[in-house]
């Protein structure tokens, strides 16, 4: 399941940590949360381990710097599971529901996000927490101020 940043739940003074959270946590290839982090020996880059492995299958090279080596090519030796610690970070943080703007309140861990939001009672809505709807909930929320 791949989760976008923006439904990290945050409070608007903490933005310098979600900054720093995107950098650690950011798929290079899915550009979203990283799930089930793998890296790369080559480039020292993590990547959710679907993403790297279907990269590499499908193009024979590291996705950041386009090289394995001739020893190496093309090869899943390349890649390594990442530490205890960045996983135990990505299982702490909490995300919004999908259907936050249907109603759903719900903050849940990576792990459970999924399930919950198959079973979410207000996904028959019709909307879906995305970018866009998440700027305009923004936008709002300042103009009143």
């Excluded at 996705?63 to 135990?88: A, C, H």
């Excluded at 019709?126 to 923004?138: I, W």
Aim: glycine content about 2%.
């Amino acid at each position: 399941m791949k989760v976008n940043f923006s439904r990290i739940v945050i409070h608007p003074d903490k933005d310098s940590i979600l900054n720093m959270l995107t950098n650690l946590l950011q798929c290079k290839i899915c550009m979203n949360i990283i799930n089930d982090p793998y890296d790369c020996v080559c480039c020292n880059q993590t990547f959710c381990k679907t993403c790297i492995t279907h990269y590499i299958q499908m193009n024979k090279k590291c996705p950041y710097s386009n090289f394995f080596g001739k020893e190496n090519e093309g090869s899943m030796d390349t890649i390594k599971p990442s530490s205890s610690n960045l996983k135990k970070l990505v299982s702490s943080l909490k995300f919004n529901c999908a259907y936050q703007c249907n109603g759903c309140n719900c903050e849940l861990s990576i792990e459970d996000l999924s399930e919950h939001e198959i079973n979410c009672k207000y996904k028959n809505g019709r909307k879906v927490l995305n970018e866009s709807n998440l700027n305009q909930r923004k936008n709002s929320k300042e103009k009143d101020k």
